[in-house]
């Protein structure tokens, strides 16, 4: 039986659902519980016509403009579980599986496609052309997993947002179809939740599986049912309910507590997966406003805190959640890949371990520092509110060091 994906949740509500008139975006990653995540930055690009980009395991051509981009992306690799771009377009990827074997070859992974979109899309729409292009053009595959003893593949799903609208682009192989959605709240997660209603598709997805005997051509065409294995494409999300439940209330903290609910099995802690990093994005729709993107980069968002970033001008790099770098020697570049496992963890990541163990071992004191976290995550949520209320043009002086000063005050209260 092929491999289970990694039970991630994608989700997005739009007004009236959410407040003031934001789209609010988010993301529980799940992925080997070991992996390390980073969140790192990348400014906007020019490159000489003909350059070329190494992604994970193949490189490509290079566009002659890149978009600044905010990334939470296992370590080891090029692309991206999450991300946002300086235009207001956020990407999340899920891994599926389909009733087609996903390919060893090496090609794009799932995650260099969120990256792709990010960098070369400044709109959802935009995002998501270029991914199917990219899917036609190299196709997917290779090893999801940083793990030398067998090759882990996936299909793959995303979820594409912007101010205005959101996108779910589902695939197998290079085929796929796509929903646009732009009002009520959607969650996509680990299988195939396309069912009818398709606003864009692969000019020859029909001809294909028709050819494939999975659809006859007469019956509607549901891509769920002509690509899952089984019946499991069903409504997956149990996450939505709870964000439903909020009336025209989704704001930036509803979401986070949805991603922090274990009990719903939206934040994963199981034997194999964890919910390695998560992200929550606040879009809103009037564009003199900033978006606001708040990343983990630790672990379990329920023992987290989410801290915001916002896209300026020399916005200051925070080395302190990223990995190092090995270069040319990391056993992830090298043929025969992943032969050795170096040691990820940023800093953020070791202070991190030490506060799990912390509230795992003295309750008192676990109690205690968590308290005082879940505090610091609400001034910089209220902070942030107070931000999108105001009527004068932000001040990009005044977020320069935001993110950098929230993981730097994160880390103090951990020492």
């Not at 799940?30 to 490159?47: L, M």
């Not at 193949?58 to 991300?83: C, D, F, N, Y």
């Not at 922090?260 to 009037?286: H, M, N, W, Y």
Request: glycine share 6%; with cysteine.
């Amino acid at each position: 039986r092929m491999a289970a994906a990694p039970p991630s949740y994608c989700f997005v509500a739009f007004p009236p659902c959410s407040k003031d008139g934001l789209v609010v975006f988010g993301k529980n990653s799940a992925r080997p519980r070991d992996e390390v995540q980073e969140v790192v930055y990348f400014p906007a690009g020019t490159h000489d016509p003909g350059s070329k980009v190494e992604c994970t395991y193949i490189e490509i051509e290079q566009v002659p403009k890149t978009h600044a981009v905010v990334l939470s992306r296992p370590s080891w690799l090029w692309g991206a579980e999450m991300g946002a771009n300086e235009h207001g377009v956020c990407v999340a990827n899920e891994a599926v599986v389909t009733r087609e074997p996903a390919s060893e070859s090496e090609a794009l992974l799932g995650m260099d496609l969120v990256r792709l979109g990010l960098e070369r899309g400044a709109t959802a729409k935009e995002a998501l052309d270029v991914i199917v292009a990219l899917l036609e053009e190299h196709g997917q595959g290779g090893n999801y997993y940083e793990d030398g003893s067998s090759c882990h593949t996936f299909q793959s799903a995303f979820l594409i947002v912007d101010r205005n609208e959101a996108w779910i682009l589902e695939t197998s192989g290079k085929y796929w179809a796509a929903e646009k959605i732009t009002e009520g709240v959607k969650c996509i997660c680990n299988q195939l939740s396309l069912t009818t209603k398709i606003d864009a598709e692969h000019p020859e997805l029909r001809n294909y599986v028709k050819s494939q005997g999975w659809w006859n051509g007469d019956s509607d065409f549901n891509f769920s049912e002509v690509f899952s294995l089984a019946d499991d494409h069903i409504a997956c999300c149990s996450g939505r309910e709870s964000l439903e439940k909020q009336g025209g209330d989704v704001s930036a903290q509803a979401m986070i507590d949805v991603l922090r609910d274990k009990d719903s099995g939206v934040c994963v802690d199981s034997e194999s997966f964890l919910t390695t990093a998560s992200i929550v994005s606040v879009l809103p729709q009037d564009p003199s406003f900033p978006c606001i993107h708040y990343f983990t980069g630790t672990p379990d968002p329920s023992r987290s805190i989410f801290k915001p970033f916002i896209f300026v001008d020399d916005v200051k790099l925070v080395p302190k959640v990223q990995s190092p770098s090995f270069g040319n020697d990391d056993p992830a570049k090298k043929i025969p890949r992943f032969q050795e496992k170096p040691d990820r963890r940023h800093e953020l990541y070791k202070a991190h371990e030490w506060a799990r163990s912390l509230l795992e071992n003295d309750q008192d004191k676990g109690q205690k520092l968590m308290r005082i976290m879940l505090d610091l995550e609400k001034q910089g949520l209220e902070a942030m509110e107070d931000l999108l209320s105001r009527t004068e043009i932000l001040d990009p002086a005044e977020v320069v060091d935001l993110f950098y000063d929230c993981v730097d005050t994160e880390l103090k209260f951990f020492k």
